[in-house]
């Protein structure tokens, strides 16, 4: 009898093991890598998986578009009608790699194909006057495909935690261009964010290098 009893007890020592175990192994899963940059639900975000970015505090989309007498949606803007977003695919340096990871060389494209360009791959490149006469460096799409390095130095970002009153806020960011690991070239990085080129009638703004505290984003499955 004695025998039995040890038995289950065993046996509901097991149990408890296995139960606890699995639930540790559940929420590893949910919550994904440690530096995994994470959806608006929280899950972490997979290279190659369609997105929305918003702004994160008045829901603004990020799309294609023209802006102003262009005649090809070739600019990279902020949308203040609050129409929509159009998706975005992020895909890290390494191929290899199944998760979007902070402050990791990062490309970003929009998914739908773009008939004014080779690519809808984000770059920093055209540099336009604004309404002040100062240089701004705009976001457009068509940048090159193709491994990190000095010719494609132009696509790649960082997605970093974005910082409210000294503390990480869950789930929003900033982007970053930092060519730094990919080239040598002496390219200041700096975020991206809403800037001062923007088409009254068409209620968008340029997305461009910014100067001073970068604006913050959460990414929404599409």
């Known amino acids: 009898m004695r025998s039995m009893s040890s038995s289950f007890f065993l046996i509901g020592i097991l149990l408890c093991v296995s139960s606890s175990f699995s639930g540790a192994a559940a929420a590893a899963t949910e919550s994904g890598p440690s530096d995994a940059v994470h959806d608006t639900f929280g899950m972490p975000m997979e290279a190659g998986k369609r997105y929305h970015i918003y ?18 949606p070739v600019n990279v803007v902020v949308d203040n009608s609050c129409d929509g977003a159009e998706p975005v695919i992020f895909h890290p340096a390494d191929p290899q790699e199944p998760v979007v990871r902070l402050s990791v060389p990062t490309t970003i494209r929009f998914s739908d194909i773009n008939p004014c360009t080779n690519t809808s791959i984000w770059q920093v490149h055209a540099k336009k006057m604004d309404c002040n006469g100062r240089q701004k460096q705009l976001v457009k799409i068509g940048g090159e495909e193709g491994k990190p390095g000095c010719d494609t130095y132009r696509t790649w970002f960082k997605i970093r935690k974005a910082t409210r009153y000294g503390k990480h806020s869950p789930n929003i960011y900033f982007i970053e261009y930092n060519p730094t690991d990919i080239c040598e070239f002496p390219v200041q990085p700096g975020a991206i964010g809403p800037g001062s080129i923007y088409a009254p009638d068409q209620d968008l703004r340029s997305l461009e290098l910014i100067d001073g505290s970068p604006p913050f984003f959460v990414f929404q499955q599409a």
């Open 55 to 72: 702004t994160a505090y008045d829901n603004q989309g990020i799309r294609a578009s023209t802006l102003g007498p262009e005649s090809c």
